[in-house]
C-alpha cells in the first residue's frame, strides 16, 4: 500500500488496529461465521460490543452518575435541531466561532429566540471572541470547542450559568475534559473517534423533559436512553469500529497520553509556522490554536506559491493539506491518530521548500 501523510480534516486517519479489526469483523465477526453487517444488533454477539462501547466512553471520560452515551444516527447536523428541540423552551444563546456553530444557531430559531452572546465572524473567525457573559435567563448555552474549519479552539472547560451545551465533533476525546460541567456533549464520530454514521450524544437526564413542545420520538433523547441506543437498528459497523478506536486509546494509555501526543504535534507544527519565513498562522490568538486543525497561510509576498508548496507537498506524500476555501492556505489536522512521524514529514516538507 502507498504510504501516505494523512491530514485529512474528516473523515480522517483513524488508528491502524481499529480498521483492520473492522476489515476482520467484516469477514468474521466474533467467530460467527458471519461479516458484522450481516448478524442482528439484538444478538448475543453484538450486545457486549454496544455495552463495553458505553463503557470505554465513561472510563475513557470519566463520566460521573447522572449521564447516559448514546450512539444515533444522523451527524453532528442532526444535533442542531434534536439540541433545542428538547431544551429549547424560550431563548438560547450561542457563541458564534465559525461555520458550524453558526449552523447550528440557525436551527435553534425555529425553537425560540436565539441571543448570540459574540461573534468573531467579521474576522473570519480568526479568534474566539473574549469578554461576553452568559445570559442568565437562557435555557442553555451553546459551543463549539473545536472549529474545525478555521483552527480555532476552546481548550478548558467553561463555567455556565446556564446547563452548557458543546458541539465537540472536531476535538472529542483529544483532551481530558470535566464532563460535570456540561449538561450535553455531541459529535459526529468521523473526526476523531471512529467512521461516519454515528454520532455520540452525552447527556444529563436532569437536563431533559423540561419543554412543553411534543416530542417526535425520534427526537426525544429519552427514547434512546431507554431504547439503550437500540430503539432502531443502530449504526453496527460504525459504531464497532468507534469501539476499536477507543480501545485504542486506552491501550496507548488514555487521555493522559492522547493529550500529550496531541500537544507534542501542535507544538512542532506551530513552531515552525512561526519559524519559517514563508509561512505564517491564521489564528492571531494565540491561546485559542487548535490542537486539532492546524491552518496557515503564506506570508503575502510568497502568496503566489501556495499552489506550488501543495505539489510539492503531495509529491512528498502529503494529504488532506489544502485549506478550506473560505480560509484558504493549507489546513494540516493532526487528529489523535495522526502520527508524530506524519508532523514532523510535514515540517521538513516546509524546511526543504523554504531554502
Ligand atoms: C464536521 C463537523 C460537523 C458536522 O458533522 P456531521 O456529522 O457531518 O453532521 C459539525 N460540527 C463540527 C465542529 C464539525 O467539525
Do not use: C
Given at each position: 500500500m502507498k504510504q501516505v501523510h494523512n491530514f485529512n480534516a474528516g473523515p480522517c486517519i483513524l488508528p491502524k488496529p481499529a480498521v483492520q479489526a473492522g476489515i476482520d469483523a467484516l469477514n468474521n465477526f466474533a467467530d460467527t461465521g458471519m461479516s458484522v453487517i450481516e448478524i442482528s444488533h439484538r444478538s448475543k454477539e453484538w450486545?457486549?460490543?454496544?455495552?463495553?462501547?458505553?463503557?470505554?466512553?465513561?472510563?475513557?471520560?470519566?463520566?460521573?452518575?447522572?449521564?447516559?452515551?448514546?450512539?444515533?444516527?444522523?451527524?453532528?447536523?442532526?444535533?442542531?435541531?434534536?439540541?433545542?428541540?428538547?431544551?429549547?423552551?424560550?431563548?438560547?444563546?450561542?457563541?458564534d466561532t465559525g461555520v458550524w456553530a453558526n449552523k447550528a444557531s440557525?436551527?435553534?430559531?425555529?425553537?425560540?429566540?436565539?441571543?448570540?452572546?459574540?461573534?468573531?465572524?467579521?474576522?473570519?473567525y480568526n479568534h474566539i471572541p473574549k469578554g461576553w457573559t452568559i445570559p442568565a435567563d437562557a435555557d442553555y448555552f451553546h459551543i463549539t470547542t473545536n472549529n474545525t474549519i478555521y483552527g480555532t479552539e476552546i481548550k478548558h472547560d467553561l463555567d455556565s450559568p446556564v446547563t452548557l451545551v458543546a458541539d465537540?465533533?472536531?476535538?472529542?476525546?483529544?483532551?481530558?475534559?470535566?464532563?460535570?460541567?456540561?449538561?450535553?456533549i455531541y459529535g459526529?464520530?468521523?473526526?476523531?473517534?471512529?467512521?461516519?454514521?454515528?454520532?455520540?450524544?452525552?447527556?444529563?437526564?436532569?437536563?431533559?423533559?423540561?419543554?412543553?413542545?411534543?416530542?417526535?420520538?425520534?427526537?426525544?433523547?429519552?427514547?434512546?436512553?431507554?431504547?439503550?441506543?437500540?430503539?432502531n437498528t443502530p449504526p453496527v459497523f460504525s459504531i464497532y469500529v468507534m469501539h476499536e478506536t477507543l480501545k485504542w486509546i486506552k491501550?496507548?494509555?488514555?487521555?493522559?497520553?492522547?493529550?500529550?501526543?496531541?500537544?507534542?504535534?501542535?507544538?512542532?507544527?506551530?513552531?515552525?509556522?512561526?519559524?519559517?519565513?514563508?509561512?505564517?498562522?491564521?489564528?492571531?490568538?494565540?491561546?485559542?490554536?487548535?490542537?486539532m486543525n492546524i491552518c496557515f497561510v503564506m506570508?503575502?509576498?510568497?502568496?503566489?506559491?501556495?499552489?506550488?508548496?501543495?505539489?510539492?507537498?503531495?509529491?512528498?506524500?502529503?494529504?488532506?493539506?489544502?485549506?478550506?476555501?473560505s480560509v484558504g492556505g493549507f489546513r494540516a489536522s493532526c487528529y489523535n491518530a495522526c502520527p508524530l512521524e506524519s508532523?514532523?514529514?510535514?515540517?521538513?516538507c516546509m524546511q526543504e521548500y523554504a531554502v
Open positions: 450486545e457486549p460490543v454496544m455495552a463495553d462501547t458505553v463503557a470505554l466512553w465513561k472510563e475513557l471520560y470519566n463520566i460521573p452518575e447522572g449521564y447516559h452515551v448514546l450512539f444515533l444516527g444522523g451527524g453532528a447536523s442532526t444535533q442542531f435541531f434534536t439540541v433545542p428541540y428538547n431544551l429549547l423552551e424560550k431563548k438560547a444563546a450561542y457563541l440557525k436551527e435553534a430559531k425555529f425553537f425560540g429566540e436565539v441571543e448570540i452572546v459574540a461573534s468573531s465572524k467579521a474576522d473570519v465537540m465533533s472536531s476535538d472529542f476525546m483529544s483532551r481530558r475534559v470535566d464532563v460535570s460541567k456540561y449538561g450535553l459526529g464520530a468521523q473526526k476523531n473517534v471512529g467512521p461516519a454514521g454515528v454520532t455520540v450524544v452525552i447527556v444529563r437526564e436532569d437536563i431533559l423533559g423540561k419543554v412543553s413542545r411534543p416530542l417526535p420520538t425520534m427526537v426525544d433523547y429519552r427514547t434512546h436512553i431507554s431504547g439503550e441506543s437500540m430503539f491501550d496507548i494509555g488514555g487521555l493522559v497520553e492522547i493529550e500529550r501526543r496531541n500537544k507534542e504535534k501542535a507544538d512542532l507544527l506551530y513552531s515552525e509556522i512561526d519559524r519559517n519565513p514563508m509561512f505564517k498562522g491564521t489564528v492571531i490568538d494565540r491561546e485559542d490554536r487548535s490542537l506570508e503575502d509576498k510568497y502568496k503566489d506559491k501556495e499552489q506550488d508548496f501543495l505539489q510539492y507537498a503531495k509529491d512528498n506524500g502529503m494529504v488532506g493539506i489544502k485549506g478550506h476555501r508532523v514532523q514529514a510535514l515540517v521538513k
